[in-house]
């Protein structure tokens, strides 16, 4: 027997929760679907800026986590060649929306207040997407139980190897060669580090920290590693050590702050992203079926805007989409097959309404993300002095510009 939702979410993940819970507040009921039996708590932290927290205030949690962290007030860039201080930026600079705000949000927290929000039953776990097929005005998603949904709405949210961005035509995110390592370190004690983000570079690698609260402190470290290195990712305890000996000229505090980490942090993740010019040419929504999040932008962690488009996609996706449900349930329709085609074109408008809106911006962070990556890991003598005498302040100023942007409240007017 199929099971019939207005609008069905593959994914629980932030661009999922987000979408999700924007929809409640419009009185929108939606159904998340989860492969795994519980949310997905990778990453341990995120980079949550201005753009971001205008997001989360859309939807009416940034109060509820702005408690629960510090704000960072600044990025000091340093030479892990020399150990010398490159350049710093304060991040109290005035935007063109308004004040800035940064934050180190731990993950765990911030899905949590999504899903805390959620009416009881909006996410489904252990529900895993096998097939998508066409039925008419609706999609049928087949999960691996067996089980078949029939979806108005269906939102692909379910990251990098996205079934439903699969479906709508995208390529698989290509490989960039670099890999990364993430981790938190907890303190029994206060930390004594000031609220800033710290950045070591040189040499193809780049590490930084950044305190999450007065306990934790988030920690990062990218590299492009050779076919030897690569051997190392099934081992976290030679992981860990490869890593403390490459870290370079940093702070013993630094340095504690890895050696502090637990063993089970050292993951070697690959990093991936999308080809920009596959959101100007393909097809970021189709009829009712569309994507978000890392589905629909998959980026490097460069300029740690990931999450934060993740946010944004969700805000915007739920007002689009939003405003197409609730004009259909306005409207008077004669006949189920004049309502089943009116309804159709409607979410199919404010799908293309929210494609329209996400594509640029999507390809800008894609864009720009690669770009800083390559810089800030390029170990020619040539790069090197450019980036060390000139690079480093324009990406530095760049990440500010990229989070000086408002996508909006979940009601256009």
């Not at 409640?24 to 949310?39: A, K, M, N, P, Q």
């Not at 439903?164 to 995208?170: E, H, M, R, T």
């Not at 569309?290 to 993740?310: F, N, R, Y």
């Not at 942007?405 to 256009?412: F, H, I, P």
Request: charged share 25%; glycine share 10%; hydrophobic share 40%.
């Amino acid at each position: 027997m199929q099971q019939v939702e207005d609008v069905v979410i593959v994914g629980a993940g932030i661009s999922g929760l987000t979408t999700a819970l924007g929809l409640h507040r419009l009185g929108i009921r939606s159904l998340v679907l989860e492969s795994f039996d519980t949310l997905r708590i990778t990453g341990f932290a995120l980079g949550i800026w201005t753009n971001a927290w205008r997001a989360l205030d859309a939807i009416g949690v940034g109060d509820h986590l702005r408690q629960q962290h510090h704000t960072v007030v600044g990025n000091v860039v340093f030479s892990r060649i020399s150990g010398l201080q490159m350049f710093k930026v304060s991040y109290k600079a005035k935007g063109k929306h308004g004040d800035h705000e940064v934050r180190c949000v731990k993950r765990k927290l911030l899905l949590e207040a999504l899903a805390s929000e959620l009416p009881s039953g909006t996410i489904r776990f252990s529900s895993k997407v096998v097939s998508i097929e066409e039925s008419g005005y609706f999609k049928l998603v087949h999960l691996a139980d067996g089980t078949i949904l029939k979806a108005k709405v269906l939102v692909g949210c379910d990251g990098v190897n996205s079934v439903v961005a699969k479906w709508l035509g995208f390529k698989p995110p290509v490989f960039t060669g670099r890999s990364a390592i993430r981790g938190c370190a907890e303190f029994k004690s206060s930390h004594e580090f000031d609220p800033m983000l710290m950045q070591y570079l040189g040499n193809g690698v780049r590490s930084g920290t950044v305190p999450c609260d007065d306990k934790n402190v988030y920690w990062f470290f990218s590299w492009s590693p050779s076919s030897q290195e690569k051997e190392l990712e099934g081992n976290p305890a030679q992981l860990k050590q490869y890593m403390l000996s490459k870290l370079g000229k940093v702070s013993d505090e630094v340095r504690a702050v890895v050696e502090n980490t637990n063993l089970d942090a050292f993951i070697s993740s690959p990093l991936r992203y999308g080809h920009p010019w596959e959101l100007l040419w393909g097809n970021i929504s189709k009829g009712t079926v569309c994507v978000a999040g890392d589905a629909l932008h998959p980026m490097t962690p460069d300029i740690a805007q990931g999450g934060c488009a993740a946010l944004e996609d969700g805000v915007v996706l739920a007002r689009c989409l939003g405003e197409a449900l609730l004009k259909n349930r306005r409207q008077e329709i004669r006949n189920e097959g004049e309502q089943g085609k009116e309804e159709y074109k409607m979410i199919e408008r404010g799908l293309n309404k929210y494609a329209s809106e996400r594509k640029w911006r999507s390809f800008d962070l894609i864009s720009a993300a690669y770009v800083v990556g390559f810089i800030q890991e390029a170990h020619g003598k040539i790069m090197t002095f450019l980036r060390n005498k000139f690079f480093t302040p324009i990406l530095a100023g760049l990440l500010l510009k990229k989070a000086d942007y408002d996508c909006g409240k979940l009601r256009s007017s």
